[in-house]
């Protein structure tokens, strides 16, 4: 890690005062920061004129606002007229003296007028890009790679800016980032050198083209809405927000080509945010560790990653395609496919099981029946992929836990696509991919890669077995479904009552430092992804890491889910800032959110019940909140009665808020939640005699996104949660 922000300033003030500082650079951090405020005041004036004070000022889909001013000063902009006063305010904090301190103010008031400026452009109708450029990034977007960010999948950000020597040069350096899993930033005219080569940019890939220099501000407000959605940290707290983000962000600046005094200020305001910055000009000032040149593109990435005190420890994965996180989101359509597996166009099914070890020979891959090249472009293949393991501490428990990676790891690749698991698996390799030189046993190579660097401590040898004729799949499939029935089974009698511990997750404290899930067997984690099967398996494969046993003993109130282990288990965890929580309850006490929860409840007073929203939703809801008002409020680790973060699966769980009526009090859901659980939420308001019409029941967009619209509805259809005691 570079030095602190502090003992940094500490060694160039004194610097200045021996004549050795950089002053050439302070001056054009400080004439920059005038250029920047005097362009942001201009626009304002224009603003008030055309628009008048009132006139409503607003990122899309936004809870924070403005969010530069809103994390740094903690004001909430909403009008033009609230502008003027902060940016006079940050003018007068630039000044003439060549100081470190100085130049640092200089770039914490271009941060503001770049805000200044981006917002008015939303205001005069011009934010809005064209795909790939993204322009500002929604709060579903900050919290969409939350999970990434807060395990180091993503181990970092990378802010590109300017010009690269070339075109080629400029997509090299993309695709090394990428490579590593980074998110990537980027800025002004190295986005066309990009598309010029056809890097796939936008959301989907990690990798933000944000468009013209002053857009650079919106990863900022990116990373500093990380800050105050993970991190906890109230807005206004100035000082917090910069040591979070030099701690946990883990950004740094690539600045390419031509630097003028306006840039030299942009790089300060990232440096007052602890963002060293490298550029690949010769220059005749540096700052140590923070602002240097380093013009050899070959090691560009790796200077930048060391000076960040970034280091990876991931295996290469020996396939001739790119991989890493940023190719998750890839969509492979239709005319792009070269063939395609599963889905109901073919017959699939995938498998991880453990294996002695006579019967495995590691790093082994077979192939039976045709590979992809003796197979015609278009044409729907049968695949059976087994994937045998063998560890020593390895339990037939994990094996669930592992096959759900193949999802992952696979689509970590560019140019592959999966979706599902076990049996209802869909793959696909597109035409570029193929060309490349992709065959089925490079998803050997790559699983055999992945599962003993993802888990060492469990797996001491990997083989891959591949089916691609039919007849062989459909009967190994039998194979396949037995075990998986055998799985469900086992979990279904895993019940809250019947096992004598639960596990906590704190995977999340990263960013929200005094969050805990507690993970029963009927519980899911907030994030969806982590079951109290996954917590033990993670927990034998090290304990030492995010999930630990809560031995649960006696409770203390059975009906709201509260035990007094629970309690102390979360109270060192949370840093000493909860005390008590109840499980099985939304109204007192509930468990906290962190922020890369899939559906938040809300409580619905006037219905007698609650309502559901997710982030894939994108529209409001009757709380009159859209889903990141709604995140902005219950997430970095609070505890907020009435409001809560929660994994989709945790509604068609026999504990789902039972103290408070259960599944009979949720009265508004959006259509697209109701199709993905579907027949299990039908089920399970069978199993409750709630009927078998309970979901026709439950109001959604169609009918409304207002109380006043869909009380009518549910006085209609009877809905049971009116004849429920009062929530409140």
């Not at 130049?103 to 917002?119: D, H, N, S, V």
């Not at 304990?543 to 031995?551: E, K, L, S």
Request: hydrophobic share 40%; aromatic share 10%.
């Amino acid at each position: 890690m570079p030095v602190t922000l502090e003992e940094f300033e500490r060694i160039y003030e004194g610097a200045v005062e021996d004549g050795q500082a950089p002053r050439g650079l302070f001056k054009q951090a400080y004439d920059g920061a005038v250029i920047a405020t005097s362009y942001a005041e201009i626009l304002l004036h224009q603003a008030l004129r055309v628009h008048g004070p009132d006139a409503p000022l607003a990122y899309p889909d936004t809870a924070y606002f403005l969010p530069v001013i809103t994390a740094l000063s903690g004001e909430k902009v909403t009008k033009v007229g609230e502008l003027p006063q902060i940016l006079n305010r940050l003018r007068s904090q630039i000044r003439e003296e060549l100081t470190f301190e100085n130049a640092r103010r200089c770039g914490e008031a271009t941060l503001y007028a770049a805000e200044i400026i981006e917002a008015l452009r939303y205001l005069e109708g011009i934010g809005e890009h064209p795909e790939p450029w993204t322009g500002f990034l929604s709060d579903p977007v900050v919290r969409r790679y939350g999970i990434k960010l807060v395990d180091w999948t993503i181990p970092g950000q990378a802010v590109l800016l300017g010009r690269a020597r070339s075109s080629k040069d400029a997509a090299k350096l993309v695709a090394e980032l990428m490579g590593y899993g980074f998110m990537i930033f980027a800025s002004d005219e190295i986005i066309e050198q990009l598309i010029e080569e056809d890097v796939k940019l936008g959301i989907d890939y990690i990798a933000f083209p944000l468009g013209s220099f002053t857009q650079v501000i919106h990863a900022v407000n990116y990373a500093l809405r990380a800050g105050l959605a993970f991190g906890g940290i109230p807005p206004g707290q100035r000082e917090e927000a910069r040591d979070y983000q030099r701690r946990r962000v883990r950004a740094f600046v690539l600045h390419l080509g031509e630097i003028d005094e306006v840039k030299v200020a942009a790089h300060f305001g990232a440096i007052f945010l602890g963002f060293p910055v490298i550029t690949d000009q010769e220059v005749p000032e540096q700052l140590k560790d923070w602002w240097v040149s380093h013009p050899n593109y070959e090691d560009l990435v790796a200077f930048a990653m060391e000076l960040r005190g970034i280091k990876l420890t991931g295996a290469k994965v020996d396939i001739p395609l790119n991989f890493g996180p940023a190719f998750e989101g890839e969509t492979i359509r239709k005319d792009d496919v070269h063939v395609e597996m599963g889905g109901g166009r073919s017959v699939a099914f995938e498998l991880a099981r453990m294996v002695g070890p006579d019967d495995i020979k590691d790093g082994h891959i077979e192939v039976h029946g045709p590979d992809i090249d003796q197979f015609k472009e278009g044409d729907r293949v049968p695949l059976g992929v087994v994937v045998e393991i063998y560890g020593r501490k390895m339990q037939e428990d994990f094996e669930g836990v592992l096959e759900r990676r193949i999802h992952y790891f696979m689509n970590y690749a560019e140019g592959l696509w999966h979706v599902a698991q076990r049996d209802l698996c869909w793959l696909r390799v597109s035409k570029e991919a193929f060309r490349k030189g992709f065959r089925f046993q490079h998803f050997g190579k790559l699983l055999i890669a992945k599962f003993k660097d993802e888990f060492p401590a469990i797996v001491d040898r990997v083989q891959v077995k591949i089916y691609t004729e039919e007849e062989t799949v459909r009967a190994l499939l039998k194979e396949a479904r037995s075990k998986y029935h055998a799985r469900d089974e086992r979990m279904r009698g895993l019940t809250d009552e019947a096992i004598q511990e639960f596990y906590s997750c704190l995977l999340c404290q990263s960013f929200a430092p005094n969050h805990v899930c507690v993970i029963t067997p009927e519980r899911v984690g907030l994030c969806g992804a982590v079951t109290w099967l996954d917590g033990k398996a993670s927990f034998e494969i090290n304990p030492t890491g995010p999930n630990r046993p809560i031995p649960k003993g006696p409770a203390t109130d059975e009906v709201k889910g509260m035990w007094p282990a629970v309690n102390e288990a979360i109270r060192v965890s949370s840093n000493g800032n909860l005390e008590e929580v109840n499980l099985y309850t939304l109204m007192d006490r509930p468990m906290t959110s962190c922020g890369c929860f899939e559906a938040i409840m809300a409580i619905l007073p006037e219905a007698n019940g609650i309502m559901i929203t997710t982030r894939e939703h994108k529209g409001s809801t009757p709380v009159g909140m859209t889903f990141s008002t709604l995140a902005g409020m219950v997430g970095g680790g609070v505890q907020t009665p009435g409001f809560m973060g929660i994994g989709r699966s945790y509604l068609t769980s026999r504990k789902f808020i039972t103290a408070d009526g259960g599944l009979a009090r949720v009265v508004w859901m959006p259509r697209e939640l109701k199709e993905f659980l579907g027949q299990d939420l039908v089920d399970r308001a069978r199993e409750l005699g709630l009927g078998d019409d309970f979901v026709d029941k439950i109001a959604d967009e169609t009918i409304g996104a207002t109380v006043e619209e869909i009380l009518p509805f549910l006085e209609e259809r009877g809905h049971p949660a009116f004849a429920l005691p009062s929530l409140i």
